[in-house]
Every structure is written in C-alpha cells, then in structure tokens.
C-alpha cells in the first residue's frame, strides 16, 4: 500500500513536467555553427517557444538530400533550478530548407536521427538573429579602426620641431 501511494505521487508529480518540457517553450537554445566563434544563446520567442518552431516532425521524415549546404547546431535548452539542462539537438539548414534531428539528449524518440523539411517561418527569425551577431562582432573592430585613424591624423596635424 505504501509503495502504490509513493508510486502514485511520484507519477502525478513527473508527468506533468514532462508533457510542459514535449510541448516546447524552451529558455533558450544554442546556436554553433560556420562564422560563429563559440556559439550564441537565443531567446527569440519565435525560435525558443514551439517544439515544432524548426521542423513539424508529425508531417513525416524526408530522404536524406543529396547537399543540405550549410548547416547550423541547434541545442535546445530548459532552465530547471537555476541549472541548463540540454533537451534536444538538431542540425538547421536555412538556406536549403532542412533539419536533421539528432534527437533528444537524454533519451531517444522516433524522431531520432532523421531528414525533414525545415518550417519556413523559422529562416527569418534565425537570419536575424546571425545578422545581429555579425554586427556585433564588427563593432569593436570598427571602434579601433576609428580611434587609430583619429591617432593618426591628430599625429599628422601637430606641428614640426624647430
């Protein structure tokens, strides 16, 4: 009797948070991938709160293309008790439209380790969000170049020694 109430409880306990964590709304994901040194956390709500904001799995897996061009990793993560925990792993491909799905992290799914069609409505959020990075990344660059050109023409201006 004793462990059917422990039981019990520890069931309407966990199940709930596992169908909150299957429905999406993620904290963040990660980002690695061709011109990003280290990798980005995203918040965007519209790459962050859907499970399906990438790929809608339920419309089945495609054949592996033949070139999915260049690929972004894709870390799907949750904040539980102040702590990361990773949930899935995919592999987005905006520019031709396709994501591997590497599957979950800690456990597996019949949608592990299969082709899709990306969602479109993913590409335009993700591109902002590189785009963004990249001018970031010039910023401090384009400081410095200022700043010597300004050295250098305050060098020039000074008047000669006699």
């Known amino acids: 009797m004793r462990r059917a109430v422990f039981r019990n409880l520890a069931l309407y306990l966990l199940v709930p948070s596992v169908i909150v964590l299957a429905k ?3 904290d963040y994901i990660t980002i690695k991938g061709p011109g990003i040194t280290g990798e980005i956390n995203v918040t965007n709500p519209a790459l962050s709160q859907d499970f ?3 790929a809608d799995f339920s419309h089945g897996e495609i054949d592996p293309p033949a070139d999915p061009g260049q690929g972004y990793e894709v870390v799907r993560v949750y904040v539980v008790n102040n702590k990361d925990q990773p949930f899935d792993q995919l592999h987005y491909y905006p520019y031709t439209g396709y994501v591997y799905y590497d599957g979950l992290v800690d456990g597996s799914s ?13 590409e335009e959020p993700f591109r902002a969000v590189l785009a963004e990075r990249a001018r ?3 910023i401090p660059f384009a400081v ?12 020039r201006a000074k008047p000669a020694r006699k």
Do not use: C, H, Q
Not at 110 to 115: F, G, I, Q, V
Not at 144 to 153: A, C, E, K, M, Y
């Open 24 to 26: 999406g709304e993620f």
């Open 52 to 54: 399906f904001a990438f």
């Open 110 to 122: 019949e949608y592990d380790r299969k082709w899709y069609m990306a969602n479109p409505s993913a």
């Open 136 to 138: 970031l990344t010039w």
């Open 144 to 155: 410095l170049v200022v700043v010597l050109v300004g050295f250098f023409i305050a060098y």
